[in-house]
Nanobody
Framework: QVELVESGGGLVQAGGSLKLSCAAS????????MGWFRQAPGKEREFVAA????????NYADSVKGRFTISRDNAKNTVYLQINSLKPEDTAVYYC????????????????????WGQGTQVTVSS
């Protein structure tokens, strides 16, 4: 069993920045592939960013490339999402997710591959 707890969301003006954190427990963190997803009101949950087990390889949705950075600290059992140049369309609940079987080489971008999810953290961007 893997428990994930996100933090760092909030209300920010367009152009601002936030850093989201997701603390994991219940399993050796370096054995987990990690990802960030988001869900806006009335929309499906969508992929944002993913990182492989070692942290050496990342993948991003086209809509966030160049603005978002995913990273992980395996010693702290935490994955991060640095969000810069925020836009109103980035407003959503952001979820971190963990997969226990893949991500040895490449990140996992498919939502259905992830078996564990956090409770989400709200990011609201005002224009």
């Amino acid at each position: 069993q893997v428990e994930l707890v996100e933090s760092g969301g909030g209300l920010v003006q367009a152009g601002g920045s936030l850093k989201l954190s997701c603390a994991a427990s219940g399993r050796v963190f370096s054995s987990l592939a990690m990802g960030w997803f988001r869900q806006a009101p009335g929309k499906e949950r969508e992929f944002v960013a993913a990182i492989n087990r070692s942290g050496g390889t990342t993948n991003y949705a086209d809509s966030v490339k160049g603005r978002f950075t995913i990273s992980r600290d395996n010693a702290k059992n935490t994955v991060y999402l640095q969000i810069n140049s925020l836009k109103p369309e980035d407003t959503a609940v952001y979820y971190c997710a963990a997969d226990v079987s893949g991500g040895i080489w490449g990140p996992i971008t498919t939502r259905t591959r992830y078996g564990y999810w956090g409770q989400g953290t709200q990011v609201t961007v005002s224009s």
